[in-house]
């Protein structure tokens, strides 16, 4: 048994009787706890995982599976579970005992996964480190004293050192795919709405999305297709159907990988100027990953995408904004954190809410309710929210000429543990190309193009909304072509 095997070939051994889904979960909760110095789980979930591993082994003996049951997948701490503690990386929450499962946690089980367990994260989602957890950073497999990425790290960092097949996360404005990158796997935000938020913590409610991790596109692909879908319970879901998702739900992924590299015939890929301008790192592998599509049938063009740089303040005075709303409902009283022996009411409110959260969701808290003010919520939030719409455009202008955007996922590679925590703005500025596709809706996936000096960069593929087919089917042709995605750190 391997560690890192795709989820197609992992499924195709359990039909053939190789191994029981029960002895799978049992090889993957060891090495959770044989490598728990990554700190990639807040929670496993070993009694839960066993019986439910148990449940999809008498499910493939009937015949009656999915072509994910019995597979073990990890989830962000984010995800209601229910009778589990659901954290969310603070200790506001770090007793919180979800009632109920979220949609997409409920999905999953139904198509017969096993939760190995939950994943750390940025506290609240709000971090590009995971060095915002309450309960400690999570370290990058490929380089133990290099950050994972946030605010999906633990998810990120779990896939890529073989602790789980897959897992789930959460990209606000880069928290899947800039993990993604940094720990050289394969993430995938799908559009706004695609994915029910029901039961997913909320940070910034306009832009959170539900998504996935795996080693290759083609197990995004079918995760997607049990994650996706409308959900009544959600108000901002959406009830757009894509036959091809039911189609690989019932029979795997090569129910729309048949076409081949066909597919790729005249495809029109822009590469945004504003993007390759800001890059510090990996411009070689970049352009190196852009020949292989063409050498496949895609055609290149440079494209200009002219409001980027008002991406970053624009996102943290909006998400900051939404954060200030959604988190006021941590007051002390109704559940989650409280202080001890308060004074009085004011008390209570005050020193539950400065003792049970952090740092950098104080900063933000902050910021968006200053950005709501009376007095400066037409100078800041306003305006921000016209520059998101113009953001937009330039997003829709450009996809009236190419079918896909192809930039770097981040700057740079992994910076150090520690190297930007006293320095909030830099830190920002690692979400400098994943935010505008969140700020627009837009799917973007990250795959792993190559490694500079041992460390891996990302490749951003960007579609039009609801353009994850596209999306998928492109960057399985680039696996096929190359192998970095087969590229794994030493030591696991």
Not at 97 to 102: G, I, K, L, S
Not at 176 to 194: E, V
Request: charged share 20%; aromatic share 10%; net charge negative.
């Amino acid at each position: 048994m391997q560690a890192f095997t795709s989820v197609s070939r992992l499924a195709e051994g359990l039909r053939q009787g190789a191994y029981s889904s029960v002895e799978l979960t049992r090889f993957f909760l060891e090495r959770g706890r044989r490598f728990g110095d990554l700190n990639c789980y807040i929670s496993l979930m070993e009694e839960t995982a066993l019986a439910q591993a148990e449940a999809a082994d008498k499910r493939i003996g009937k015949n009656d599976a999915t072509p994910i049951t019995g597979i073990p997948l990890a989830h962000k701490d984010i995800f209601c579970t229910k009778g589990t503690i659901t954290s969310c990386g603070s200790r506001m929450l770090e007793n919180f005992v979800a009632p109920y499962d979220a949609t997409l946690v409920e999905r999953l089980n139904a198509a017969g996964t096993v939760t190995l367990g939950k994943t750390n994260m940025d506290e609240f989602a709000m971090g590009s480190s995971n060095e915002n957890s309450y309960f400690g950073p999570v370290h990058n497999p490929w380089h133990a004293e290099r950050v994972p990425g946030g605010s999906s790290g633990g998810s990120a960092a779990a896939v890529a050192a073989g602790l789980t097949p897959i897992a789930t996360g959460t990209d606000t404005g880069g928290s899947i795919r800039q993990p993604a990158a940094f720990c050289g796997i394969s993430g995938l935000k799908p559009t706004y709405g695609r994915v029910s938020r029901y039961g997913m913590v909320a940070f910034a409610s306009s832009l959170d999305q539900g998504g996935v991790f795996g080693t290759s596109v083609e197990d995004l692909a079918l995760l997607l297709a049990f994650v996706a879908g409308y959900d009544p319970r959600d108000s901002t879901s959406s009830e757009h159907v894509d036959p091809w998702l039911n189609a690989v739900a019932k029979h795997g992924v090569d129910a729309f990988n048949s076409s081949g590299s066909s597919a790729s015939e005249g495809l029109r890929i822009g590469l945004p100027r504003e993007y390759f301008a800001q890059l510090n790192t990996g411009r070689e592998l970049l352009e190196n990953a852009s020949r292989v599509l063409e050498a496949q049938g895609c055609t290149l063009r440079e494209i200009s995408l002219p409001h980027t740089d008002a991406a970053i303040p624009a996102y943290y005075i909006i998400a900051g904004a939404e954060a200030s709303t959604n988190l006021s409902r941590y007051d002390g009283v109704r559940f989650g954190y409280r202080c001890e022996d308060p004074r009085s009411l004011e008390d209570l409110y005050q020193r539950s809410r400065s003792e049970g959260f952090g740092a950098e969701v104080k900063r933000r808290i902050l910021t968006g309710t200053y950005a709501l003010s009376v007095g400066y919520f037409d100078a800041y939030y306003l305006k921000a929210q016209k520059l998101r719409r113009l953001i937009r455009t330039d997003f829709l202008e450009a996809f009236n000429t190419v079918d896909l955007i192809l930039a770097p996922t981040a700057p740079d590679v992994a910076f150090g543990l520690g190297e930007m925590t006293q320095d909030p703005v830099a830190m920002y500025q690692q979400d400098l190309f994943t935010i505008p596709a969140s700020l627009a809706g837009l799917p973007a996936m990250s795959i792993p193009c190559g490694l500079h000096e041992g460390l891996p960069i990302g490749l951003q593929l960007i579609g039009p909304h609801f353009g994850e087919r596209t999306l998928l089917e492109t960057g399985m042709l680039y696996q096929r072509e190359t192998d970095w995605h087969c590229q794994h750190p030493g030591g696991f």
